[in-house]
């Protein structure tokens, strides 16, 4: 048994304007070193709300987290950037590169956040610019590249700095069949190579057939799809 993620009673209550919103309560869960796990739901199940607590982005209202045996609410903001930083890679929708930037840039830019050296930094940079097979595309800007490969430099961002735990939210939902399918593939390909631990939130049917184990987001409960 080798625990990536524990969840102990994880409960999320929104505070709004007519009283509390329960997203989910109660939520009990373990992935192993190595799960893909796919988590489904329809739109406003919490799928993101769970996904942002277990990548310490956001704060539950009552149970605990652990990460590595690690209770991570027992830290402080600056503890829970840490393990953002170190432990976890991200990749969203709408992939969040920085515009300005190339596509070098923007996946050199969290080494150099944590200070590593530039000339190393710019290495690594590159070699995961190649797995995702960005070679001939490394000094161009986001806007000049297509949504797939905005993805792909997102996943290699979120990849460089060799997290413990990949968190994907709806990484495939702004693309095509076609494009979605090969950026599920890739993002399982190079969680078997680097050992990496997953999990991807999906809409997609088709797209949670490519994870190991999916979990379905309903009611305020998670249930394991058999
Ligand atoms: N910061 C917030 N404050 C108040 N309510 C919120 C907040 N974030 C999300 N919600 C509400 O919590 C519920 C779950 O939202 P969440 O974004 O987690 O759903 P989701 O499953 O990711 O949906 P989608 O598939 O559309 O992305 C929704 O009813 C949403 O309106
Ligand atoms: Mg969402």
Redesign the pocket.
């Known amino acids: 048994m080798n625990k990536i993620i524990e969840t102990k009673d994880l409960t999320k209550f929104?505070?709004?304007p007519d009283g509390y919103?329960k997203?989910f309560e109660n939520l009990n869960f373990t992935v192993q070193k190595g799960d893909f796990v796919g988590i489904m739901?329809?739109?406003?199940?919490?799928?993101?709300?769970?996904l942002?607590l277990l990548g310490a982005l956001d704060r539950p209202t009552r149970g605990k987290v652990f990460l590595e045996g690690e209770d991570i609410f027992s830290k402080s903001e600056a503890g829970l950037a840490e393990i953002r930083n170190k432990k976890i890679g991200f990749v969203f929708q709408f992939y969040h590169l920085l515009p300005e930037f190339t596509a070098l840039e923007n996946v050199i830019i969290p080494l150099l956040i944590r200070k590593n050296d530039f000339n190393e930094a710019k290495e690594k940079a590159l070699r995961l610019l190649k797995e995702v097979g960005l070679e001939a595309k490394i000094n161009i800007k986001p806007n000049k590249l297509s949504a797939g490969e905005q993805q792909r430099v997102a996943i290699a961002r979120s990849l460089v700095t060799e997290p413990v735990l990949l968190l994907a939210?709806?990484p495939t939902g702004n693309l095509d069949w076609k494009t979605g399918e090969g950026i599920i593939k890739l993002i399982k390909n190079l969680h078997k190579e680097k050992g990496l631990t997953s999990i991807i939130?999906t809409?997609n049917e088709r797209i949670a057939e490519h994870c190991d184990r999916v979990f379905l987001?309903e009611k305020g409960k998670l249930i394991e799809k058999i």
């Open positions: 929104y505070p709004t919103l997203v739901g329809v739109s406003g199940a919490g799928k993101t709300t769970l942002n939210d709806e939130v809409h987001l």
